[in-house]
């Protein structure tokens, strides 16, 4: 049950940087990417919209039989009621035609507007699916995974679908019931033209499906370029990125490296553009002299008086229209095939698995009395060798605080880290009140347990906005307490614009301090009854530290509390203190009894 499952290896590639400047190398799970996609899969995101699609076909048929009386209206001007001077019969055709041009207009109105609707409809399910999946990988899938890749997945991906999925399922509907009643009326006028006139369809065939597998190729190169370009702006532009920049004098290859990216990413849009464009001009010039062909076929000697003036304009006036249908459904056909390497793309993050997944059946929890346990667990970080943790076994009673001390990589951040569900162990158990957490719902995990970490993120927006997005119905006087008790509120105060100011990204409007204050009355306003301090008080100066601790002491009273901390003076007080090395507890006890058994942690003290 608590196997920690081994990390998909597509994902890790995804991962992999590229030098600067430099070509990026694709790895072959993305060559795969250009492999054929289940057409039944990208069918079944329609399924729920079948209606809406019934009655665009329905609109379709009913327009294009329509459309397949206007040459008939036309043959009969010309051959009938021109030569006749049939005023009467020259109305009626006249005033047929404009209403059959009407109908068909407004009923193109009508399946633009269903076919458009449901094509967002699916943009918009295919986003939040996306989003929601990723919402749910583990911690693991994004520090395996480069930002401006999964931004561009769901940006540029599901963007650059929209023409297909908006716009396909009716083009193709239109274009084939345009061309076989195009083929109909073709054949009511004469076979003979008919099987001339599809002479270049075979060879059109062939060198369309040639152009599509160029397409799709190129598309997925494009796409991968254009993740790589989002990377580069992500990691340069951000405020973090630009203060790298600026001290480590790496402006000048920053803008080489996205100069490289953004040419390359030109020449594959020329290259996707351009991709089949002289076959397919080639084939144009030959749909173009079939009429001609036809023409002069019929002015032959011995086709002399074989078919009427009317019949050759209305045949020609079809095939006309044939032509322009079949090279459609054709583009329709080199624009899907291409596309398939998007959906590609986001379908192989809708199938990552979940590492940490929902309990099926949670487990109800009334009153939290905050008793955590881990039981011998082991957890090893994907399929690294070593274990990060092994054999952890811990025991802390409600309302006491546990203290964790060690060098950098001893395995101190992982346990804060289970606890509070970011990863599951690999092996073994961590309850809280007897119960396995993995049998407690996600959104009641959160609410049991807050956690500050020595790496604090604060939204871009407002203080009030940062402190409500731990307890979106928090009044103000609840926000006002938790700032006190963080010693933060005082500063806010002294604001011009007090809890509305604006953080800036990222917060570095503030010092570390202040946004290591703001994040602990972030976590403080959801009152958990159990609290994880990894490293909270490590960006605050000593005056500023004794103040905060002096208020966790305050609030750790009937709250069970683990403190990570590489300062034993803001340990020494807690009920236990275990010393970890490479995953494995040395020693515990108090400090005192530590102090005396001259062990590990006296080594510390020293």
């Known amino acids: 049950m608590g196997a920690h499952p081994p990390v998909p290896k597509k994902v890790e590639n995804l991962a992999e940087r590229p030098g600067r400047g430099a070509a990026r190398t694709v790895t072959p799970a993305e060559k795969a990417q250009a492999r054929a996609v289940s057409l039944r899969r990208i069918g079944a995101l329609f399924i729920r919209h079948r209606r809406q699609l019934a009655v665009v076909v329905a609109v379709i048929v009913i327009s294009s039989g329509l459309a397949m009386v206007s040459p008939f209206l036309l043959r009969e001007v010309i051959d009938v009621a021109l030569p006749d001077n049939n005023l009467k019969l020259l109305v009626w055709l006249v005033a047929g035609m404009v209403a059959v041009a009407a109908i068909t207009s407004a009923l193109g109105v009508v399946q633009t507007w269903i076919s458009t609707r449901v094509g967002q409809q ?48 009716g083009s193709v509907a239109s274009n084939a019931t345009t061309v076989v009643a195009t083929l109909a009326a073709m054949a009511a006028l004469s076979w003979q033209l008919t099987l001339v006139s599809l002479v270049a369809l ?69 290259r996707s553009e351009l991709a089949g464009r002289w076959r397919m001009a080639t084939m144009n010039i030959i749909f173009a002299a079939i009429p001609a062909a036809i023409y002069l076929a019929a002015g032959l000697p011995f086709n002399a008086g074989a078919m009427s003036i009317g019949t050759l304009v209305a045949f020609t006036g079809l095939q006309a229209g044939l032509f322009r249908p079949l090279m459609s459904l054709l583009d329709v056909g080199v624009t899907l095939t291409a596309s398939l390497a998007l959906f590609q793309r986001i379908f192989e993050y809708l199938d990552l698995p979940i590492e940490v997944r929902e309990p099926a059946n949670p487990v109800r929890l009334g009153e939290v009395r905050g008793h955590l346990r881990f039981e011998d667990v082991t957890f090893v970080y994907g399929d690294s060798e070593a274990a990060a943790l092994a054999g952890v076994s811990l025991d802390v009673p409600a309302g006491s605080s546990l203290a964790l001390v060690g060098e950098t990589g001893s395995g101190k951040s992982t346990i804060a880290s289970l606890i509070a569900r970011l990863h599951d162990p690999t092996s073994g158990r961590v309850t809280i009140d007897g119960v396995d957490i993995r049998e407690i719902s996600l959104t009641r995990l959160a609410e049991i347990v807050g956690v500050v970490s020595q790496e604090t993120y604060l939204l871009h927006t407002t203080i ?143």
Do not use: C
């Not at 929601?132 to 963007?159: C, K, M, Y």
């Not at 580069?232 to 920053?254: N, R, V, Y």
């Not at 940062?466 to 926000?479: F, G, M, S």
């Open 464 to 606: 009030r906005e940062n402190l409500r997005y731990a307890k979106p119905d928090a009044t103000d006087e609840e926000i006002v307490a938790a700032a006190r008790a963080a010693q933060i509120h005082d500063l806010i105060a002294a604001l011009p614009d007090g809890y509305d100011t604006m953080v800036g990204s990222r917060g570095h409007r503030f010092s570390g301090g202040e946004k290591q204050r703001i994040a602990i009355a972030r976590t403080l306003l959801r009152n958990p009854r159990i609290l994880v301090l990894d490293e909270a008080t490590s960006a605050l100066d000593n005056e500023t530290e004794r103040a905060v601790q002096r208020a966790f002491d305050a609030l750790s009273v009937g709250r069970t509390t683990v403190t990570i901390a590489h300062r034993l003076s803001t340990v020494r007080n807690a009920d236990q203190i275990a010393v970890i090395d490479h995953g494995r507890i040395l020693e515990s006890g108090t400090h005192d009894s530590l102090v005396n058994e001259g062990g590990r942690y006296a080594a510390l003290t020293r």
């Open 202 to 270: 075979p060879p059109a065939i062939y060198w369309t499906r040639r152009v599509a597998r160029m397409r799709q190729a190129i598309t997925a190169q494009r796409q991968r370029e254009l993740a790589e370009l989002n990377v580069i702006i992500d990691e340069g532009l951000s405020i973090s990125g630009i203060q790298l920049s600026k001290t480590m004098g790496a402006g000048d290859a920053q803008i080489d490296r996205f100069t490289a990216s953004s040419r390359r990413l030109i020449d594959l849009e020329l």
């Open 122 to 169: 699916v943009m918009h399910r295919l986003r939040t699916d996306v989003f929601a999946h990723l919402q749910r990988q583990s911690v693991g899938f994004f520090t395996r995974t480069r930002t401006g890749e999964v931004q561009s997945r769901i940006t540029n991906d599901i963007g650059g679908m929209q023409q297909v999925v908006t716009s396909t399922a």
